[in-house]
């Protein structure tokens, strides 16, 4: 998450020299690629920048690592720029927890930008300026911290890159003593107005997963609704809730909660399931619908294209069967039809020379008769050939 108007920067992970990074955007396959001039977002190896962001660069983003052996591995990440509101100095998503009672603060994120420079640190969106906080480069330190000093502790810096400079600002928690510490409930999934593919007749698990402040919170709830009643409270055999917390790395207290429905019936269809959590400070919730899973039909299209390949597939086969029985009578029904117009003249005096066996008997006068008479009729002044038939063009001797 990122304020609109600043500079952000991310970071693809397992990440060394050796390998190839791309980026895109994971819902339009459109490759980020490296600065142009003018550009405002683009890829520099390992790292994604927004300089600086805008409201419309929040959606997800996909870096694909290329191994030296050749294979790939993908990371997504979500990004959600936030706009200036008029009384809010940071948003809540913006917030990076911070379990340390000893008194030093870090800036979040300012190693990711080189040569960034600290310009004003705040406490409750209101400027530090008491002797007792000791500015360092990167971090502040509290003198013997006390439970006034428990808040929200941003820090703004800038950064300079090809001669712009562009501001980036990080808040994060500091807590003195060894307590809980709430904060505004996040709900991390479901997303609200999620649609979820079901089957009739099956089993389904809804996870409900909200971060609820730091250390083990006194009010921490979790739970779903079904059509606004508490699935404790219904009537329904179908449905019940598992819960489970845990913490996070900076001790930031976790709540789970699985609805289990046993069968999934029509009537799910047009019910809403919320996710309803809650703590000291606040209460939001989410809500998810259910849809049948879309069923796999051959649409008229590939009806089309089916009977068209079959019928294609018939007349080939066909058409050779013909050529094959009849192609005698195919080739003489070609010539009869598309008579040659011209002769090449390719200087050739004869085309073929035709010499046959003379003798008296009525066998060769038949043989003389398809010599003179069919042959040259046909290859002659239908086909357009030149023969020389001996005995006719060329005589004994000759």
């Not at 040569?115 to 509290?142: D, G, H, V």
């Amino acid at each position: 998450d990122a304020m609109e108007g600043e500079a952000l920067v991310i970071k693809c992970p397992r990440w060394s020299s050796s390998v190839k990074v791309t980026w895109y955007h994971t819902d339009t396959y459109k490759i980020i690629p490296a600065e142009e001039e003018g550009s405002r977002i683009f890829s520099l190896k390992h790292l994604l920048w927004f300089l600086p962001t805008s409201r419309e660069d929040s959606g997800n983003y996909t870096c694909v690592t290329l191994f030296s052996n050749n294979r790939t591995k993908s990371f997504n990440t979500s990004v959600q720029v936030h706009p200036h509101k008029q009384g809010v100095c940071f948003p809540s998503q913006i917030r990076y927890p911070n379990d340390t009672g000893r008194g030093k603060i870090v800036c979040p994120t300012i190693d990711n930008y080189k040569n960034a420079t600290i310009i004003q640190w705040y406490k409750n969106c209101k400027p530090l300026q008491e002797e007792r906080y000791y500015k360092k480069e990167k971090y502040i330190f509290i003198n013997n911290p006390i439970k006034e000093d428990n808040g929200y502790y941003t820090c703004q810096f800038i950064y300079t890159h090809k001669g712009n400079v562009f501001n980036v600002s990080a808040t994060r928690i500091f807590i003195s003593e060894a307590k809980h510490f709430p904060l505004p409930p996040q709900i991390l999934f479901p997303k609200d107005k999620d649609v979820i593919e079901v089957e009739l007749g099956a089993a389904l698990s809804l996870k409900c997963q909200a971060r609820l402040g730091i250390k083990v919170q006194p009010i921490a709830v979790v739970t779903w609704d079904v059509d606004n009643i508490p699935v404790k409270n219904s009537e329904f055999s179908r449905f019940h809730e598992k819960t489970r917390f845990f913490q996070g790395h900076e001790q930031e207290y976790y709540r789970e909660t699985t609805l289990h429905i046993t069968e999934i019936k029509k009537e799910d269809l047009q019910a809403n399931f919320t996710c309803v959590v809650m703590n000291e400070m606040h209460n939001t919730r989410a809500t998810v619908t259910l849809q049948l899973k879309a069923q796999h039909e051959v649409g008229l299209p590939n009806i089309l294209l089916i009977t068209g390949s079959l019928v294609l597939l018939v007349a080939i086969a066909v058409s050779v069967i013909l050529y094959q029985s009849f192609r005698a009578d195919i080739v003489l029904l070609y010539r009869e039809i598309f008579q040659p117009r011209s002769v090449k003249d390719d200087g050739k005096i004869y085309d073929a020379y035709v010499i046959y066996p003379r003798s008296q008997t009525n066998e060769a006068n038949f043989v003389e008769y398809f010599v003179y008479q069919i042959m040259p009729d046909i290859l002659e002044n239908k086909c357009g050939y030149k023969l020389c038939i001996y005995g006719r063009d060329i005589y004994p001797g000759e």
